[in-house]
């Protein structure tokens, strides 16, 4: 199973960060460090799409085990299990006409 290390791609990307905002003053070709910029700013949602999708999978997984979840969606919260009669469709709890997305949940105890 491969483990994600969130701090070690936080501390990545602040690395980049502070790296490109420092050699701006100092590079008289402005354009690499606004490279790294742009790098970073384009990273950010592909990154958060990784890890809600390892997130929703890691749910996914637990459900079917036979856990219980607790989701919330707006003010409302939800156990889900399957013993409730809860089902899974794509990346989405189901029961009756509710959806709830697998991400927005956490494990229950």
């Known amino acids: 199973m491969f483990i994600f290390d969130w701090n070690m791609v936080v501390a990545t990307l602040f690395l980049l960060l502070t790296y490109a905002?420092?050699?701006l003053p100092?590079?008289?070709n402005r354009?690499?460090?606004i490279r790294w910029v742009?790098?970073?700013i384009i990273s950010i949602p592909i990154i958060t799409a990784f890890f809600t999708q390892i997130e929703a999978d890691e749910n996914m997984a637990h459900f079917k085990r036979?856990?219980?979840l607790k989701c919330k969606t707006g003010e409302?919260?939800?156990l889900i299990s399957k013993d409730e009669q809860w089902n899974l469709k794509d990346n989405f709890f189901t029961k009756e006409s509710l959806l709830i997305r697998?991400?927005?949940c956490d494990e229950f105890e």
């Open 76 to 78: 409302n919260y939800y």
């Open 31 to 33: 354009k690499s460090g």
């Open 38 to 40: 742009y790098i970073f």
């Open 66 to 68: 036979g856990g219980v």
């Open 26 to 28: 100092k590079n008289k």
């Open 21 to 23: 905002m420092f050699d």
């Open 102 to 104: 697998a991400d927005m």
